[in-house]
């Protein structure tokens, strides 16, 4: 474990530990990271976490293709990211063990449940010889457990039968990792006793396994390469905290926009991983004025959420990357009636079904190009779960304020991470309360604001404004149906110019770390944030001349940045794609920025963006050379 030393009494002190349990799609190994995260939240600790599970619904029980894992990072400083190396890995079965152990450090610790290393299971994680026995594992400091056993003798006494007693392990398991590392298992217990309260045989059990396993903990004599330690609470601002998901703070963000706007939230969405969750969170807000439709397709849910708009709600969609090409004709329908309009595009890797539940950031093209004509719409990204709050509210502002689509680009990372966040007063934001036109004397449906050049907004049937919207071209004098060669020119223009003025309310952009000149800036959009923001810290403790410099506003750009980028000799852009970012830049700016790429369905890990500066700089010591 990193930076571990003995304290004067007690348990040695760890500043910070990543653990990854992994094991069968049906091993419950989300629950039991997610229960051991919020025991962790509770402790005090800053921590990230990174949930990782199989794109079928239920590929066969031993094999590596239903393998899930759910990683956490926490300390008592902080945290950014999921973790780079494991400090603990917790394999449930063979399958586990061999997708996950690369991620081992050496000396890791290394926790197997025996009990399911048979030959049977042996054979389907493609192991031609058990690696507790052939001296593969001799790098690793590994704990043998037959929790199978372990778990059977906790919960005798409730005759479950043999499968069901077994649906227990995870808990067992969670009971010695929150031994190991000092959590509270209260929160736990309690949530089991809420979620099965009506369920009393299961709840008993479950409970039973848990504390099994702590007093396993406690009790087994553990040798000393297998210590319990504490990692202390981390220093954070006073106030009020809880976990959030990217999900989480995008629904709640969402539904802060309606309020602060005033308008009814139409959020119409059809279900694609990773994209559903979404729908499901804000389904539970009907207090706060959302009204959520699941639709038969994506094409509908589009139409339904430009509908909304129309009519004078605020109308939102989501989905990921497949859904959004057959939402794009509904989304330049929009630009063309300027409607505001929400498009929540959680990003996955591609193409096609392409990696359903691995991240990516490829759809950035698709964002700010992918219509047919010219058709600009305003592209924003959030870079962390809790960031999507703001960005869902910022994404509101703009599209009701300009009469626009909006499309936010979170991605599988995001959605699905967790982080501590510190709950804001509503207060703290300011409102935009939309005022709908109701002035008769000379209206027609194309009058604009001289600041915004947006159209007025106008609810349908309000008495003596009826009138006529759609996509065929209109005329910019009078909002008829046009034909005209020079009026097509002058309503592409202004859609186009009326995009470029948003550049107007986006803030000057500044480094989100280090000088605002250097030698080298690392420049970065979306969930690559604290990878970025880690790596850039180290190379500075280093002595090196590196900034980092962080995208929301993806389209249009920061009216300050190109300015920002020349202040750097070189320019590196880290992205989850091929490049997209960096050929916006390179066309934007003729600057001559460097690419670091990764398409794994797997977020950068902080090593990988360190080696990455490390050879932006010895190159660049080589052209000053």
């Excluded at 990782?52 to 400083?77: K, L």
């Excluded at 077994?166 to 509270?184: A, F, I, P, Q």
């Excluded at 001349?545 to 750097?568: A, D, Q, T």
């Amino acid at each position: 474990m990193a930076a571990v030393k003995a304290q004067a009494a007690g348990r040695p002190e760890a500043h910070g530990v990543v653990i990854r349990f992994a094991g069968d799609s049906g091993d419950g190994m989300q629950l039991t990271g997610g229960q051991f995260t919020e025991a962790t939240a509770m402790h005090g600790n800053d921590l990230a976490t990174f949930p990782d599970f199989p794109a079928e619904i239920r590929a066969p029980t031993g094999t590596t293709f239903g393998v899930s894992a759910f990683q956490i990072n926490f300390a008592s400083y902080e945290v950014s990211t999921a973790g780079d190396e494991l400090d603990v890995l917790v394999a449930m079965n063979p399958a586990a063990l061999k997708t996950n152990l690369n991620d081992l450090r050496s000396n890791g610790l290394l926790i197997l449940d025996s009990g399911a290393f048979t030959g049977r299971n042996l054979k389907k994680a493609g192991y031609g010889a058990s690696p507790i026995e052939d001296g593969s594992l001799s790098g690793y400091q590994c704990l043998e457990i037959d929790v199978h056993k372990h778990v059977l003798d906790a919960v005798a006494a409730f005759d479950l039968g043999h499968k069901n007693a077994l649906r227990c392990k995870n808990m067992w398991v969670l009971g010695l990792l929150m031994w190991l590392y000092g959590r509270d298992r209260a929160p736990t217990i309690e949530g089991l006793e809420e979620k099965f309260a009506s369920r009393a045989t299961i709840r008993d059990a479950n409970i039973a396994a848990l504390n099994a396993g702590h007093a396993f903990g406690e009790t087994a004599e553990l040798p000393p390469a297998f210590p319990a330690v504490e990692v202390p609470p981390a220093s954070t601002a006073p106030g009020l905290y809880r976990n959030v998901t990217g999900t989480e703070a995008m629904a709640w963000g969402i539904a802060a926009a309606g309020q602060l706007s005033g308008l009814k939230t139409v959020f119409a969405s059809y279900p694609i991983t990773p994209a559903s969750a979404l729908l499901h969170a804000l389904a539970g807000m009907k207090q706060f004025d959302v009204v959520t439709f699941q639709a038969e397709d994506e094409i509908a849910a589009a139409g339904a959420a430009l509908g909304a708009s129309y009519a004078g709600s605020l109308g939102v969609t989501s989905s990921a990357g497949p859904g959004i090409s057959l939402k794009a004709e509904t989304i330049s329908l929009a630009c063309s009636v300027e409607l505001p309009l929400l498009i929540v595009n959680t990003q996955r890797g591609g193409p096609s079904t392409g990696l359903p539940t691995k991240t990516e950031q490829s759809d950035l093209y698709q964002a700010v190009f992918g219509r047919h004509a010219d058709t600009p719409l305003v592209v924003l990204a959030p870079c962390t779960p809790s960031d999507c709050f703001d960005a869902a509210i910022e994404a509101a502002r703009i599209a009701t304020r300009y009469m626009t689509p909006v499309m936010v680009l979170s991605d599988g990372y995001l959605a699905n991470a967790a982080e501590p966040w510190q709950i804001p007063s509503i207060a703290d934001y300011d409102g935009f309360k939309v005022t709908f036109h109701a002035e008769r004397d000379g209206f027609h449906p194309s009058l604009r604001d001289e600041e915004t050049l947006a159209r007025v907004w106008v609810k349908p049937g309000t008495d003596g404004l009826e009138h006529r919207i759609g996509g065929i071209e209109k005329s910019y004098d009078t909002g008829d149906i046009s034909y005209e060669p020079a009026n097509h020119q002058r309503m592409t223009d202004v859609r186009a110019e009326k995009i470029e003025r948003v550049r107007q309310v986006i803030p000057p952009l500044d480094v989100a770390l280090g000088e605002k000149q250097g030698c080298l800036a690392v420049l970065g959009w979306g969930s690559t944030f604290g990878a970025i923001h880690q790596a850039v810290k180290r190379a500075r403790d280093d002595g090196q001349s590196v900034s980092h410099i962080h995208l929301r506003h993806l389209w249009p750009l920061p009216g300050n940045l190109g300015e920002l980028l020349r202040g750097f000799e070189h320019v590196l852009i880290p992205e989850m794609n091929k490049g997209q970012l960096l050929r916006l830049i390179r066309s934007e700016y003729l600057i001559d920025a460097k690419g670091l790429n990764k398409v794994a369905g797997q977020p950068f890990k902080i090593v990988e963006i360190e080696c990455g500066i490390r050879d932006a700089l010895a190159n660049a010591r080589g052209d000053n050379e």
